[in-house]
């Protein structure tokens, strides 16, 4: 399966690039496997399918689909055959991301150089330094570092942002004492003129 396809974080949701020279078939397993096993991976965000160039009939589109209709929740599918550029200068953060299918709990730490995804919660005091993005489908309650290297272009998103302290690049923030963290909420952090600012998704 991860021989088939790669995450790659964009603005505002996630690209699964589809390696050239993939077959149909190769795409349709390794679709039908991901959905099966992670159903609630792409929950609340944008999903965009990259056929790198890989030309499909009307059938197979309607039967991929079909596949891609197996994982919850997802906000809006996009097919697009194109390569997705990212601003990133970095070229260590436009690199494949690492997934992390677990709950990092009290005392772990998650250490990368590009993109970092996570299946799960980041609990108090746990920590995730990565040199792109950082992507939680959980609730991000412990410490994260985007952009480690250095790269303004980097974000942190999660479906509940309420980190102990989070950075970016060099830039500092945490969340508010009166944060309500009762309840999901889909956000994402980045750097506009040099201050970190939150948003929805």
Do not use: C
Request: charged share 25%; glycine share 8%; aromatic share 6%.
């Amino acid at each position: 399966m991860a021989s088939v396809f790669s995450f790659q974080a964009v603005s505002d949701g996630i690209v699964m690039n589809f390696r050239e020279g993939s077959t149909f078939g190769n795409i349709k397993k390794a679709v039908g496997l991901h959905a099966a096993e992670a159903s609630d991976f792409f929950t609340g965000v944008n999903l965009y399918l990259n056929l790198s160039g890989l030309e499909l009939a009307f059938e197979q589109l309607e039967e991929l689909m079909n596949l891609v209709k197996n994982y919850n929740q997802v906000n809006k599918i996009y097919f697009t055959a194109k390569k997705i550029e990212t601003e990133e200068k970095n070229k260590e953060s436009t690199s494949e991301a690492v997934i992390i299918n677990r709950t990092l709990r009290s005392g772990q730490r998650v250490k990368h150089q590009a993109n970092v995804v996570i299946v799960g919660d980041v609990n108090p005091g746990a920590e995730v330094i990565a040199g792109g993005d950082i992507i939680v489908f959980g609730r991000l309650r412990g410490v994260v570092h985007a952009g480690a290297g250095g790269s303004k272009e980097a974000q942190v998103a999660a479906l509940m942002l309420d980190p102990t302290q989070l950075r970016i690049a060099s830039l500092i923030a945490r969340s508010p004492d009166d944060s309500d963290s009762s309840k999901l909420q889909a956000e994402r952090a980045f750097i506009e003129e040099d201050q970190i600012i939150v948003e929805k998704i």
